[in-house]
């Protein structure tokens, strides 16, 4: 009987949800390859020929293998309702106590809105990089070819208002598969421009301990801040969940979402390799900041504008996978505060060609609420110009509790491990290890930001 309940739950509860291993993927890499894909070539300077791959494929390791215990984690542990856990919280809330849900609650949302602020500034970046590369075309490469950010920055903004009001991720599946596809041209694009630039000087630069010239402080806080870059450009724990949710009940969420986690991580880890090592190899100590906006790369400008624009297309997407997730939680609480309110209940539907059903249903507190998320978003992007600094105290804040923490206490508690077993033993000492890891790459980041507010001018995109 039990078991026929369990079928009957899973058969019966898509509601809708058509997701499957391939539109996940898409999510997946959508999420992960962000901002911080630009900053792989400068991280692996900093680490060297060594210690650059290692932390590439290490991040990558422990972040799958802690993916495919938060995917199981999306069930709860009734046996007989099997019911879905839609948020990270949920899980948190199924397998934990109420304080480890208000830790989570605090990690998850400051990292999503932390990373909406980063692509905001990201894409901005790429735009000032399409007007500076064609000035340069133009007047040559010493000319002075400045170029304010600020009115593209509201464009971005009023942008993603619009996009905002598509109710959830299973509504704009179009918009991840094309951001994937724009993150996979412009890695291309980066991957082919340093090649070339490695093959036209005809030698392997850099050294096995990383950058030189440095003073023994200014090369550990750098170093510091590189695993930061790379912890933030392999973060997407925060929405895996909420990814998950779109997958179809059969076969199994967990099944698929595992596969989805080895296709769309090995994919970006072949990536950031491929990029990290490449990058460092045609510049050495000089690699850029942002592989594709540091003008590492003057010509063709054609190339390195259908880079940017690529950066710009996929920002817009992958913005909305990180931001869907905090206007959802937002409006369930609000809807239960105020049951009877028309302004927060009442439905109104307009005909979009983009939308499947080819009606886009909304409420007016949707429209208030997501755009004054945005609105805020946008102005912080403003006058927080160092926010690169910031990417990597991110990655840092949010890699152990999101990616290790929470996974691995939620799999001791599914399977009932106890203390001291020698599974519990293993699991804590990586949770233990990451930690460490959190801790003095956060130091190192915000040496990094103090530095950086010494010399920043608000409302002034600093690349």
């Excluded at 075309?137 to 942008?159: E, R, Y």
Aim: aromatic content about 12%; hydrophobic content about 50%; charged content about 15%.
């Amino acid at each position: 009987m039990e078991k026929m309940i369990i079928e009957d739950i899973e058969v019966g509860d898509d509601h809708g949800r058509k997701g499957t291993v391939w539109t996940a993927t898409a999510h997946i890499v959508t999420a992960v390859i962000g901002s911080g894909v630009l900053a792989l070539a400068w991280s692996v300077a900093q680490l060297g020929w060594v210690a650059g791959p290692l932390a590439l494929a290490g991040f990558a390791c422990v972040t799958y293998y802690t993916s495919t215990l938060l995917a199981n984690s999306y069930r709860s542990p009734d046996p007989v309702t099997g019911a879905r856990n839609r948020t990270y919280m949920d899980a948190v809330r199924s397998y934990l106590g109420r304080r480890e849900v208000f830790m989570c609650g605090v990690a998850q949302y400051v990292n999503l809105w932390g990373t909406m602020v980063g692509y905001t500034i990201t894409a901005t970046t790429s735009m000032i990089a399409i007007r500076r590369s064609d000035c340069f075309h133009i007047n040559g490469h010493n000319a002075k070819c400045d170029a304010s950010g600020t009115m593209l920055m509201v464009v971005f903004g009023v942008v993603q208002v619009i996009l905002s009001q598509f109710p959830s991720l299973e509504n704009i599946t179009w918009l991840s598969v094309v951001a994937a596809i724009m993150s996979f041209a412009y890695s291309f694009i980066g991957l082919g421009l340093s090649l070339a630039k490695w093959v036209s000087h005809g030698n392997t630069r850099g050294r096995l301990t990383g950058s030189t010239g440095l003073s023994s402080t200014k090369k550990t806080w750098n170093s510091l801040l590189a695993l930061g870059n790379i912890a933030f450009a392999y973060t997407f724990a925060e929405v895996l969940i909420e990814i998950q949710d779109t997958l179809k009940s059969s076969p199994p969420e967990n099944k698929t979402m595992k596969k989805a986690a080895m296709y769309g991580i090995g994919a970006t880890t072949i990536f950031y390799l491929s990029l990290g090592c490449t990058g460092y190899a045609a510049f050495g100590n000089y690699a850029p900041g942002n592989i594709l906006t540091g003008f590492g790369f003057y010509e063709p400008f054609w190339l390195v504008d259908v880079a940017n624009i690529c950066i710009i297309l996929h920002l817009v997407g992958a913005y909305q996978v990180y931001a869907q997730p905090i206007f959802a939680t937002i409006e369930r609480r609000i809807a239960s505060r105020w049951p009877e309110a028309k302004f927060i209940h009442r439905v109104y539907t307009v005909r979009l060609p983009l939308v499947e059903s080819g009606l886009l249903s909304f409420t007016l507190s949707k429209l208030v609420l997501r755009s004054v998320i945005i609105v805020i978003t946008t102005f912080v992007a403003m006058v927080v110009p160092f926010f690169n600094a910031v990417l990597g105290l991110l990655g840092a804040l949010s890699f152990w509790p999101l990616t290790v923490y929470f996974p691995i206490s939620m799999h001791l508690a599914q399977e009932k491990i106890s203390k001291g077993m020698q599974k519990w033993v293993l699991l804590q000492s990586l949770s233990m290890f990451c930690l460490l890891i959190s801790v003095v790459v956060s130091i190192g980041s915000v040496a990094d930001i103090v530095d950086s507010l010494k010399t920043a001018t608000p409302f002034k995109i600093v690349s």
